[in-house]
């Protein structure tokens, strides 16, 4: 786990630079403009403070060492996505967030100003100083408890400013809806896509490495960061599958992937290839004992 605050203070030299906070948790910024995408600060994906998903590592900072934001992005209401710690936090600030349709009643409940929250239908745009932040089509389902699956909404995102353009997954299934965001928004410098936390059977609503390559590959461009993995165990395969797993895939079909280290900022345009630092933590004892059961 790297510390990202001395480069945070730096401005990025080609414009574009994204650090890795964990899960689906990244600090993007586009020609100075900053966006926190999915920010989970908390200990546990899970309702319950004592119980449910605990994260393997701690995240590289603390909420209150991020700096000052412009935007942030919130793609759906699941826990792992939607931190209710991280949220309390959020409500103190006068941050903007854009959000899905109807997540912005679970932020009012938690202290955040109606003002502060704006809520995106698919094709809906907001713009963030000169960026514009545009909701696009997902596979996915949502809800936090019992009677509330699928009363708010879910979402993709495009980020874009007229010199860099960048795609969030959020959480999805593979859908032929990538092709269209591809063929509608054109090239793209960065597309960050879920692998973990999958099962064969999952498939209408989580990618996988398999079906996040196919998913890339549809959108049609990109260098492709894989997200939504080595953080919490939501699955039944052991936390490096999914990276392990596209380090075979992305070598055989000459994919440009990058899988920054937990809190190392990078300029996806100055990476050359991926970095396999999983295996590193994998053959040390000490992560032995943080690698979830399978």
């Known amino acids: 786990v790297l510390d990202p605050r001395p480069t ?21 910024e586009v020609d100075g403009v900053k966006v926190l ?18 994260r393997f590592h701690k995240t590289p900072v603390r909420f209150d060492e991020l700096p000052e934001l412009d935007a942030v992005l919130i793609s759906h209401d699941h826990y792992d ?9 959020l409500a103190k600030s006068k941050v903007p967030i854009v959000t899905s349709l109807g997540v912005g009643a679970h932020l009012e409940s938690w202290g955040v100003a109606a003002e502060r929250i704006t809520e995106l239908d698919w094709g809906d745009v907001a713009t963030v100083k000169d960026l514009r932040l545009t909701a696009t089509p997902a596979q996915h389902f949502s809800g936090r408890g019992v009677g509330d699956r699928n009363t708010t909404s879910w979402a993709s995102f495009v980020l874009e400013n007229g010199k860099h353009r960048v795609f969030f997954s959020g959480d999805t299934g593979l859908t032929e809806e990538f092709r269209d965001i591809g063929q509608r928004f054109g090239k793209f410098d960065l597309a960050m896509f879920e692998v973990g936390a999958f099962h064969e059977k999952w498939g209408d609503i989580h990618l996988g490495p398999h ?25 039944l395969h052991a936390w490096d599958e999914p990276a392990e797993t596209l380090a075979s895939l992305v070598q055989e079909r000459g994919v440009p992937m990058v899988t920054p280290r937990l809190g190392a ?25 943080l690698v979830p059961a399978t």
């Open 81 to 89: 996505h939607l931190c209710l710690p991280t949220m309390t936090e």
């Open 8 to 28: 945070w203070q730096t401005r990025a030299e080609t414009g574009l630079r994204v650090t890795w906070l964990g899960h689906s948790t990244l600090l993007l």
């Open 265 to 289: 900022p990078i300029e996806p345009s100055r990476v050359e290839r991926f970095d396999p630092w999983w295996r590193e933590v994998a053959d040390s004892s000490a992560a032995k004992r």
């Open 211 to 235: 079906n996040a390559l196919k998913a890339w590959e549809l959108l049609g461009s990109g260098t492709f960061l894989p997200i939504h993995w080595g953080t919490f165990n939501l699955a």
């Open 37 to 54: 995408t999915d920010p989970v600060f908390g200990d546990r994906a899970s309702p319950l403070g004592f119980a449910g998903p605990k």
